[in-house]
């Protein structure tokens, strides 16, 4: 039988389903975990906050991720 979380639960990413072999009941409360975690650290917010340290660890790190190569790696150059 093919189980669908969004049935259940439509936020749910379908690889915590995967994850918990497609086990409904231990998928959502490994699901409600995560939402609580999520809700402790304010996890969704976390973007909007200030970074006060930011000006200085990029004084000390002045690189930053560019892009991929035609192969596909990534590559960062260092900016002076």
Same mark, same amino acid.
């Given at each position: 039988?093919?189980?669908?979380?969004?049935?259940?639960?439509?936020?749910?990413?379908?690889?915590?389903?995967?994850?918990?072999?497609?086990? #409904?009941? +231990?998928?959502?409360?490994?699901?409600?975990?995560?939402?609580?975690? @999520?809700? &402790?650290?304010?996890?969704?917010?976390? !973007?909007?906050?200030?970074?006060?340290?930011?000006? #200085?660890? +990029?004084?000390?790190?002045?690189?930053?991720?560019?892009?991929?190569? @035609?192969? &596909?790696?990534?590559?960062?150059?260092? !900016?002076?």
């Amino acid at each position: 039988m093919q189980v669908s979380m969004a049935a259940v639960e439509p936020r749910c990413p379908p690889g915590v389903l995967a994850s918990e072999r497609k086990d #409904v009941p +231990k998928t959502l409360a490994t699901w409600q975990r995560t939402l609580d975690w @999520r809700a &402790e650290f304010d996890v969704d917010n976390i !973007l909007a906050e200030p970074q006060n340290h930011y000006e #200085v660890i +990029k004084g000390a790190y002045p690189h930053a991720f560019h892009g991929r190569s @035609r192969g &596909e790696d990534s590559f960062t150059p260092l !900016l002076d």
